[in-house]
């Protein structure tokens, strides 16, 4: 992390960032990249790096003014997602051109900036693979990370992508299952750019496990078994999940295979904690973040979250306790099957992500509308 002014004093955040964990912030919009705020939160609360999705980009456009005049412009004979692609790659381009001192600092390892592809290709492999490099050729930084989707069809273009050498953030993971599927395209795709003759060292992925949403649905099934046993268990699976997927991450990444991948200078893909902002107010604010330390991670924080770590957030390694499988296994003895929860939040995920966007496109077309009634003064 290459700092912009004078070192700040030692906080939480940089704690977790000295624990192997890569703070970075689920948030952005225009005000945020072009006001400073962003620049100071890099050196402040040692952020190396950003996500969006069709979410946050809906509640950035819909509030203020700060995209109008660039709606204005762009409105015309441009479809509401054209609009809304060259809204969203300047914004990811600017925070992409703040985050590169931290890019060159860490080798390549670190310093992105997720923009994610249409939540209407999530089942279409060639469609993502098509979506990807249009966005990747848009944005044209060598720090910006495509989000795909970690279905099956995803699975397919994320081998495809990181053979043509595109950084891949895979999203909505939430079974060991998926996550197993991810970890294999990605290393078979890393193969398959050996065998073609190209470098390994430049290409980066993380593959995101969403984590609160798991405790909000088995904690509701919980709540209807309502015995002592069950209600001893809420608030514990979502952690215990995402601890079986480090567990799965420190296994594939060691032995021959990855050995060999490993000495042509690839890079591991690193877990990445989303949705670690807590829902339940009767939980800790920082339970997501405090649960999941160790190395080779990523956190992705909502700004609430982040400055609740900030304030109050422990450091302490946690995210390989032995106790993750024994929680899962009482759980499912109740009767409460995680694949079938996972499958239901999966399908949910997606839903809400196409939710987002079609209101995001609802939304731009209306302001447009609005913005060019204005200008021609009626």
């Known amino acids: 992390m290459t700092a912009t002014h004078a070192a700040p004093s030692r906080t939480p955040l940089h704690a977790l960032h000295a624990a192997g964990v890569s703070v970075w912030l689920d948030y952005i919009d225009r005000t945020l ?38 709606l204005a412009a762009l409105s015309g004979d441009r479809t509401p997602w054209a609009i809304f692609e060259a809204v969203e790659t300047d914004d990811v381009r600017a925070a992409c051109d703040l985050f590169r001192p931290t890019y060159a600092a860490a080798k390549g390892t670190d310093g992105f900036v997720s923009i994610e592809v249409s939540p209407g290709t999530a089942h279409d492999a060639d469609g993502t693979v098509q979506e ?47 996550y197993a599927d991810v970890v294999e395209a990605y290393l078979s795709g890393l193969e398959d750019r050996a065998k073609a003759g190209h470098a390994l060292s430049p290409v980066a992925s993380v ?19 309502a015995t002592p046993e069950a209600l001893a268990l809420r608030g514990k699976a979502a952690i215990a999940n995402a601890q079986l997927a480090y567990q799965l991450f420190r296994e594939r990444f060691s032995g021959p295979r990855w050995d060999a991948l490993a000495a042509n200078g690839a890079q591991v893909q690193r877990p990445l904690w989303a949705s670690t902002g807590t829902k339940n107010p009767a939980y800790s604010d920082v339970v997501y973040v405090e649960a999941l330390i160790g190395p080779h991670t990523v956190n992705t924080l909502p700004p609430a979250t982040l400055d609740a770590f900030r304030d109050h957030g422990t450091v ?8 993750a499988a024994r929680a899962i296994t009482q759980i499912e003895a109740l009767g409460i099957s995680l694949d079938a929860v996972t499958d239901q939040l999966l399908i949910e995920g997606l839903a809400s992500f196409q939710k987002s966007f079609d209101s995001l496109l609802g939304g731009i077309e209306k302001k447009t509308a609005l913005l060019a009634k204005q200008k021609s003064g009626q």
């Open 316 to 323: 302490t390694r946690t995210v390989d306790t032995a106790a």
């Open 207 to 225: 593959a995101s496990f969403f984590v609160s949403r798991v405790d909000s649905e088995i904690d509701k099934r919980l709540d209807a078994i």
């Open 132 to 178: 990807a490099r249009r966005l990747w050729a848009t944005v044209g930084r060598p720090n910006v990370m495509i989000k795909v989707p970690g279905t099956p069809a995803g699975c397919v273009a994320l081998r495809r992508l990181i053979a043509e050498g595109l950084n891949v953030n895979v999203t909505l993971l939430f079974s060991c299952t998926a």
């Open 33 to 70: 990249v072009q006001s400073g705020e962003l620049a100071r939160r890099i050196t402040d609360d040692a952020l190396t790096g950003m996500t969006s999705n069709p979410t946050i980009f809906e509640k950035a456009l819909s509030q203020g003014t700060a995209y109008d005049a660039q």
